[in-house]
């Protein structure tokens, strides 16, 4: 079943026309154009910035700073499952993970998750010890980076 283009329409109910302020009342958003009355808020470009508490210190100044985060530095790892190593025949490098699509940041971490079926030379950045004595039993190789 093909569709004409130009015959299509939205669903009936999914669209809406937009709201007119200041239209007069009948439109019941005349006058005020549903803003209230005076102040601020009901002026052209009327709102305050965000944390900003009517010249009081805000909250955010008020408070002591305190602790420290290395979250801007850390290393991050993508995670590869022993599980996920069996689509790889004789040799799993970060370059074969990209090809399948299961990188993300670049450096890899293999874990011991599942079970590996066959030898394999595995090149990663880092493994657990878990991952890395199973590689070896299946009669492979764990080579880091």
């Known amino acids: 079943m093909s569709t004409i283009l130009?015959?299509?329409k939205p669903k009936k109910g999914s669209t809406h026309s937009r709201k007119r302020v200041g239209r007069g009342?009948?439109?019941g958003l005349g006058q005020t154009a549903g803003k209230g009355h005076k102040g601020q808020k009901q002026r052209a470009g009327g709102r305050v910035r965000w944390g900003f508490e009517g010249g009081q210190t805000p909250l955010m100044r008020r408070l002591p700073k305190f602790g420290f985060s290395n979250a801007d530095f850390r290393t991050e790892y993508d995670i590869v499952n022993l599980e996920q190593l069996n689509k790889f025949d004789g040799e799993a490098t970060p370059?074969?993970?990209e090809k399948a699509g299961l990188l993300k940041h670049g450096r890899v971490k293999v874990l011991g998750k599942g079970k590996l079926t066959k030898?394999?030379?595995v090149k990663a950045h880092k493994f657990s010890e878990a991952a890395k004595t199973a590689i070896e039993e299946a009669g492979g190789k764990a080579e880091v980076i």
């Open 119 to 121: 030898a394999l030379a």
């Open 25 to 27: 009342n009948g439109s």
């Open 95 to 97: 370059e074969l993970f």
């Open 6 to 8: 130009s015959t299509m």
